[in-house]
Each structure stands twice: as C-alpha cells, then as structure tokens.
C-alpha cells in the first residue's frame, strides 16, 4: 500500500475538523502530528475519521470547542460508551477508535502539547468470547454422505479419524503403521507428532476402525510406514487441507481440519456430560482453561436462544 498523497496530508486537519468548533491550536498541531508520520491513504483516512468523530462527540456534549488540554479521561471512557451503546458500533470498531486517540494524544503528551495522556488509562472493550465453530450434525452427514458416493476409501478413513478422534493434521499424516491397534470391539491411535513432542493414546470408535480397516486393505504397498499415503508417497499436511479444500466444493460448505477438530469436541462435550477432563486427554490439552471454551455458545447457538426469549 502507498502512502497517501502529499496534498491529503497537507491539509488534513483542516478537512478533519471542517464544522467542529475547536481552538486555534487544534488544526496546526493535527497537521503536525500527520506530518511525522508515514501512514498510508487508507490509514490516515481511518485514522481522520475517527478523530472527527471524538472531537464532534466531544464538542456536541461538553458545549464547548475542543482543546486538546481540555480532554480528560473521562471523556474518552464516556465517547466509548456512546460509540458502544449510543451507536450500537462493533467492538472493533470502538476499540480502533480508542487505539487512534491513545496515539494521538500519545504523541502530544510527548511533545508537551498536554501534560498528559488522558486515553493512556481507558480500556479497550472485550471481545464475547464465543465458542470455536464445528460443523453441524446435518453438514457432517452430508460430508460423509458425499464421501461415501465417490466412493473415497481414504477420504473416509481420513474424514472419520478426524471426527471421531479430534486430532490435529500433524497427528494425522505422522500416523504409522505401528502407532494404530484395530480390534473387533475396540482400538486406539498413538499420536506422536502432537504439541511439544508429546504423544497420546487415543480410543478409536466404531466408525473410525471400520473405515481405517476398509482402507488399510486398499493401501498402495509403497515403502512407507506412514498410514496415509497416496501414488507419489506419504500424504502431506497440504495434501490433506487439498482434500479438505475439494469436499468443500462438494457439500457447498467450508471444510478445514481444524474446524473437524472443534467439531469433534462439540460433539463429545454433547454426549458425555461436557467430561471437559476427557476430552482434554484426547486433545492433548495440559490445561483445562483450554478445553473449557468448548462449553461456552456458538453465535448461533446464543442467537437460537434469544429467539426463544418472549415477554
């Protein structure tokens, strides 16, 4: 991105502030603080739009022109309120806002334009931390609907492993031979390959080991102990988000390991009485605060709720 054009600096503070009573001193030094600076069009028009909208705030509530020594914490926590509630602005938005007065008035503290910075102790807003998004029952079905009319001997055993086991793409394609135990009744993959070198055993479900039998039977015999493999030799973590990438254009939806993963644990979560202990052993999580987020609401979840609010 190029820097903007020497004319839009120029004169920006005059443009920024054009309709808004403030002191003499208030568009010299906006054109000032532009000049030290190196921001590129589309930067320092952002970064005009938001201090136009603190100096109309501020000059429509207090009834008075804004000087910049005249700016108190307290204003800056009240105009994020009303960007906030007032407004109804995305979080982002509000916060990109603080950022550029932080600066801004940052740059005057330092140059002794104010004695101090009054955005400097005002928070940003929080994000809602929401839970990682899954597939839904209904996607799954269809992907492994899809999978199943190709018919895909290793896409399914691929696919399945990844919903029925959680595991990561790196535990997928390390898998040896060695590492998987297939019995009739039970059997369990030894994922080696996980964070911080630290392997984990991992129960296979039914339609994990039936799937895996299915392709080990049909496995080319290439010189490879890895359990995946394709014509050109062990499958790659970019060969798998290549498959990921193909069954999406199948099911008209977005597919991505990772998201398997977070479907998976919705879905253990669901159907054993949310053992966030469990499903951290299976994930390969040292800490529960991390396995915890699967308990909070989808978006979608959250919306579903309130759509069941009546009075």
Request: net charge positive; with cysteine.
């Amino acid at each position: 991105m190029s820097n903007s054009s020497p004319e839009a600096r120029k004169n920006w503070g005059d443009n920024v502030f054009e309709g808004i009573p403030v002191g003499n001193e208030v568009i010299p030094l906006a054109n000032q603080f532009i000049e030290s600076t190196d921001y590129a069009a589309e930067s320092l028009k952002a970064f005009g739009n938001d201090l136009r909208k603190f100096a109309k705030w501020f000059t429509d509530v207090n009834r008075e022109r804004l000087k910049f020594e005249r700016v108190t914490s307290r204003d800056i926590a009240d105009c994020r309120e009303y960007l906030r509630r007032d407004l109804g602005q995305a979080t982002a938005t509000v916060n990109r806002c603080l950022v550029t007065l932080r600066r801004y008035f940052g740059w005057l503290a330092e140059n002794g334009h104010v004695p101090a910075n009054p955005a400097k102790a005002v928070k940003q807003l929080r994000k809602q931390e929401l839970a990682p998004k899954g597939l839904e029952r209904g996607q799954v079905r269809k992907l492994l609907r899809e999978v199943e009319l190709r018919p895909d001997i290793r896409a399914q055993a691929i696919f399945n492993l990844f919903l029925f086991t959680g595991c990561r793409v790196g535990d997928l394609v390390g898998l040896e031979l060695n590492d998987l135990m297939i019995g009739v009744r039970s059997g369990t993959a030894i994922f080696r390959q996980g964070k911080g070198n630290k392997q984990r055993s991992v129960p296979l479900p039914l339609p994990a080991r039936q799937t895996l039998h299915t392709y080990l039977d049909i496995r080319p015999p290439i010189d490879s102990d890895r359990v995946f493999v394709g014509e050109r030799g062990p499958l790659t973590a970019r060969g798998v988000r290549n498959l990921c990438d193909k069954y999406s254009a199948f099911c008209v939806f977005k597919i991505h390991p990772h998201l398997l993963r977070h479907t998976f644990s919705h879905q253990f979560l669901a159907d054993n009485n949310n053992d966030l202990v469990s499903l951290a052993q299976i994930l390969g999580h040292e800490n529960l605060n991390t396995t915890s987020r699967y308990t909070l609401r989808t978006q979608h979840q959250l919306g579903e709720a309130s759509d069941n609010l009546s009075y």
